[in-house]
């Protein structure tokens, strides 16, 4: 009996410990800054201040977005720990090919029925566990997901993120944590890939936005410090996707008849998607297999496994896949395309984008190679010291990052009710 009452103590000490360890690391804000279209090498461009964050904190050498690496599939990715299969924004564009309907980049960030699929993002967790939470221009950060909003929020609107500059941006998720105590934010730039898609890599407006972005880090910087908030704030700095430059184009419809087709997506660019009338898919099927050595496609039961776009009903029959940097007109007006492009297979290196770290939780001057985005939210998770919702992602890809051993997550490993359960376990055990 002695030793059913030590063993019962000596766990419930433990679980005591787990608790008020999570208490006393709780305190930790977390910043995430999405830098849309930056690529893993930066396009070659000078970043002194985003480079001292990674010498002062951690960097990894790129990160592998989720298939197809665009931007709203690739963020809802990192906001949630799920593949483009599993959290069901399956592309740029929210669509319905029952009614027909497509709605623009901007819609789309505003959806509800996009992002609520049953996916988790991050602020929502953040929200289960009794945190607060705040998105700037962060696609479905604006809607309601699982009943809840962010406690501030900015939607993502057109005219917003060609006037809204970066330092501005700072200043508003700034005065969230410094008047609202915010713990999590979730910051989103898009202008320098808006300016590569229109000037390409190497243009002076595509250097200019880069070294804007960087003041911009190093404003974020000085503004947290003024404010005292840098010393309990965990940042995160990473992108969706890379660029390459656009090559020369496939006409899809050069290939098969619109009269054969019920459904398809009509933007141009590195992937294409379409549903075939029924009786005529294996003919369409056949042509497209037919039309160009530069295209792969895939009925929707055969794409690869790694892409990990298949199980989900909104994906459409066939998948249209270039290799870069092929692109495909799946348009029927024009043949326009940018001057770069992505969406392209992950495993090109030029999709490919970028993690720093900064702040109390991680190491200092560490460098690592590739990761999945998939790991991001679980990451974002420990910081926060929270439950992650079940994902495709794992902290221990990435926990070498942090400066101390995870957690392994007490809420998980030794929850109240499991305390609850062991002290009375203890006391039967004493009575008896
Ligand atoms: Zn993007």
Same mark, same amino acid.
């Given at each position: 009996?002695?030793?059913?009452?030590?063993?019962?103590?000596?766990?419930?000490?433990?679980?005591?410990?787990?608790?008020?360890?999570?208490?006393?690391?709780?305190?930790?804000?977390?910043?995430?800054?999405?830098?849309?279209?930056?690529?893993?090498?930066?396009?070659?461009?000078?970043?002194?201040?985003?480079?001292?964050?990674?010498?002062?904190?951690?960097?990894?050498?790129?990160?592998?977005?989720?298939?197809?690496?665009?931007?709203?599939?690739?963020?809802?990715?990192?906001?949630?720990?799920?593949?483009?299969?599993?959290?069901?924004?399956?592309?740029?564009?929210?669509?319905?090919?029952?009614?027909?309907?497509?709605?623009?980049?901007?819609?789309?960030?505003?959806?509800?029925?996009?992002?609520?699929?049953?996916?988790?993002?991050?602020?929502?967790?953040?929200?289960?566990?009794?945190?607060?939470?705040?998105?700037?221009?962060?696609?479905?950060?604006?809607?309601?997901?699982?009943?809840?909003?962010?406690?501030?929020?900015?939607?993502?609107?057109?005219?917003?993120?060609?006037?809204?500059?970066?330092?501005?941006?700072?200043?508003?998720?700034?005065?969230?944590?410094?008047?609202?105590?915010?713990?999590?934010?979730?910051?989103?730039?898009?202008?320098?890939?808006?300016?590569?898609?229109?000037?390409?890599?190497?243009?002076?407006?595509?250097?200019?936005?880069?070294? =804007?972005?960087? +003041?911009? $880090?190093? %404003?974020?910087?000085? @503004?947290?410090?003024?404010?005292? #908030? /840098?010393?309990?704030?965990?940042?995160?700095?990473?992108?969706?996707?890379?660029?390459?430059?656009?090559?020369?184009?496939?006409?899809?419809?050069?290939?098969?008849?619109?009269?054969?087709?019920?459904?398809?997506?009509?933007?141009?660019?590195?992937?294409?998607?379409?549903?075939?009338?029924?009786?005529?898919?294996?003919?369409?099927?056949?042509?497209?297999?037919?039309?160009?050595?530069?295209?792969?496609?895939?009925?929707?039961? =055969?794409?690869? +496994?790694? $892409?990990? %776009?298949?199980?989900? @009903?909104?994906?459409?029959?066939? #998948? /249209?896949?270039?290799?870069?940097?092929?692109?495909?007109?799946?348009?029927?007006?024009?043949?326009?395309?940018?001057?770069?492009?992505?969406?392209?297979?992950?495993?090109?290196?030029?999709?490919?984008?970028?993690?720093?770290?900064?702040?109390?939780?991680?190491?200092?001057?560490?460098?690592?190679?590739?990761?999945?985005?998939?790991?991001?939210?679980?990451?974002?998770?420990?910081?926060?010291?929270?439950?992650?919702?079940?994902?495709?992602?794992?902290?221990?890809?990435?926990?070498?990052?942090?400066?101390?051993?995870?957690?392994?997550?007490?809420?998980?490993?030794?929850?109240?009710?499991?305390?609850?359960?062991?002290?009375?376990?203890?006391?039967?055990?004493?009575?008896?």
């Amino acid at each position: 009996m002695t030793c059913l009452v030590y063993t019962s103590a000596v766990l419930f000490c433990q679980c005591t410990i787990f608790i008020i360890l999570q208490a006393s690391s709780g305190g930790d804000k977390l910043l995430l800054v999405l830098l849309d279209g930056l690529r893993y090498d930066l396009f070659n461009a000078d970043m002194p201040n985003l480079k001292q964050i990674g010498i002062d904190g951690v960097k990894a050498d790129m990160i592998l977005p989720p298939f197809p690496t665009k931007s709203i599939p690739s963020m809802y990715t990192t906001a949630t720990g799920l593949y483009t299969e599993s959290h069901g924004a399956v592309n740029n564009n929210y669509y319905d090919p029952e009614t027909g309907i497509i709605l623009d980049y901007e819609h789309t960030c505003n959806a509800s029925e996009w992002f609520d699929t049953g996916a988790e993002p991050i602020w929502v967790s953040a929200n289960f566990s009794g945190l607060t939470s705040g998105t700037y221009m962060y696609p479905g950060g604006s809607v309601e997901i699982k009943g809840v909003r962010p406690n501030k929020d900015v939607a993502n609107t057109e005219w917003r993120w060609y006037n809204l500059p970066f330092r501005k941006r700072i200043d508003d998720v700034v005065t969230w944590f410094r008047d609202d105590d915010l713990d999590l934010v979730l910051l989103y730039h898009g202008q320098l890939d808006t300016i590569l898609h229109a000037t390409g890599m190497e243009s002076s407006e595509t250097m200019d936005m880069i070294s =804007e972005i960087d +003041d911009g $880090l190093a %404003y974020l910087l000085d @503004e947290l410090n003024e404010y005292n #908030l /840098l010393e309990d704030m965990n940042i995160i700095i990473t992108s969706d996707h890379g660029h390459t430059t656009a090559g020369d184009v496939i006409r899809v419809w050069d290939c098969i008849s619109e009269n054969d087709v019920d459904f398809w997506i009509p933007f141009n660019g590195a992937v294409g998607y379409l549903n075939p009338k029924l009786e005529r898919r294996e003919e369409v099927y056949q042509q497209l297999k037919e039309c160009h050595h530069e295209m792969n496609v895939y009925k929707k039961d =055969e794409t690869p +496994d790694y $892409l990990h %776009y298949k199980y989900n @009903e909104r994906i459409l029959d066939i #998948l /249209l896949l270039a290799n870069p940097p092929w692109n495909l007109v799946m348009s029927n007006t024009t043949n326009e395309t940018s001057v770069t492009e992505h969406g392209y297979d992950f495993l090109h290196s030029e999709m490919q984008s970028i993690f720093y770290g900064y702040g109390p939780r991680f190491k200092v001057g560490y460098e690592r190679g590739s990761f999945e985005s998939v790991n991001i939210y679980p990451l974002m998770c420990e910081l926060l010291g929270i439950s992650p919702s079940p994902c495709n992602g794992s902290l221990d890809n990435v926990s070498d990052l942090l400066d101390v051993t995870p957690s392994s997550n007490p809420n998980v490993v030794c929850s109240i009710p499991l305390v609850l359960f062991l002290i009375l376990v203890s006391l039967t055990n004493v009575n008896i």
